[in-house]
């Protein structure tokens, strides 16, 4: 018998299916080494996903001290319960599409009960 879980996991996957994007991510990790820290590097994926625009809000201006970017967080990305995304201090994941280059800004488990059921991610796009 089914479970309530397994039929909104397979709601997931139609929705990723009715506009699906093959990524790889790029993911940087920082991990301690002689005081400070080193990034490592590594690739996850091909995954399939859906990546949608989120509101009509205009991109910023960023300036850091490496030096002046243009964000647009108008972006989002569901994905399914398998998936390995990750972000935070020590953790960046980042791809790249036909719309640009993107930066995972937030993860957030879609659950029904305590299972998973898939991701709800929140992008920057960078330039």
């Given at each position: 018998m089914r479970t309530a879980a397994q039929d909104r996991r397979e709601q997931t996957l139609w929705n990723i299916r009715q506009n699906p994007t093959e990524i790889t991510i790029t993911?940087?990790?920082?991990?301690?080494?002689?005081?400070?820290?080193k990034d490592e590097t590594a690739e996850i994926g091909p995954l399939i996903v859906r990546i949608y625009s989120n509101s009509r809000r205009q991109p910023q201006l960023q300036s850091e001290r490496q030096g002046t970017r243009i964000t647009d967080g108008n972006w989002g990305m569901l994905a399914d319960w398998r998936v390995d995304i990750r972000c935070g201090s020590d953790v960046t994941d980042e791809f790249e599409t036909a719309l640009g280059r993107f930066r995972v800004a937030q993860v957030k488990p879609q659950l029904l009960g305590?299972?998973?059921?898939?991701?709800?991610?929140?992008?920057e796009r960078v330039s």
């Open positions: 993911r940087t990790t920082k991990t301690p080494y002689k005081g400070g820290h305590n299972e998973i059921i898939g991701y709800q991610c929140d992008l």
